[in-house]
């Protein structure tokens, strides 16, 4: 059982920094969190879901060209926490943004392309005014 919850979505002007963060809960992460990719992915109004970054349980990361260089994904194992650090923030990083984990061990760039993780929170908003 794994169970995420959102925060840190705001409204901020273009070029500002926000992070996100995302507690990751329940007694199969608990257990088996060193097997688990964690990822942020983004839905704006009208759009499909799209991948932003994924870290997988060693540590390895892999982000969308729209963000890399601005954005960072990172996590605390002790505190069962995800975060999404988003510096030099633009317009069109205006989305909804979902915590998302799975535990099935696949290769992170399929993940990130794909979209297909297990367990999905319920989105925090980020809006980027010009």
């Known amino acids: 059982q794994v169970h995420l919850v959102e925060s840190g979505g705001a409204s901020v002007q273009a070029g500002g920094s926000l992070k996100l963060s995302c507690v990751v809960s329940g007694s199969t992460y608990s257990t088996y969190y060193s097997t688990y990719s964690l990822g942020w992915f983004r839905q704006a109004p009208g759009k499909e879901r799209e991948g932003v970054a994924i870290?997988?349980?060693?540590?390895?990361?892999i982000y969308a060209d729209s963000v890399k260089g601005r954005f960072t994904i990172s996590k605390d194992n002790a505190k069962n926490a995800l975060y999404l650090q988003m510096n030099s923030l633009k317009p069109e990083d205006s989305a909804m943004y979902y915590c998302a984990a799975d535990g099935r061990g696949y290769d992170i760039r399929w993940y990130l392309q794909l979209r297909a993780l297990e367990v999905w929170g319920q989105g925090t908003l980020v809006n980027v005014s010009s």
């Open positions: 870290i997988d349980g060693t540590g390895n990361t």
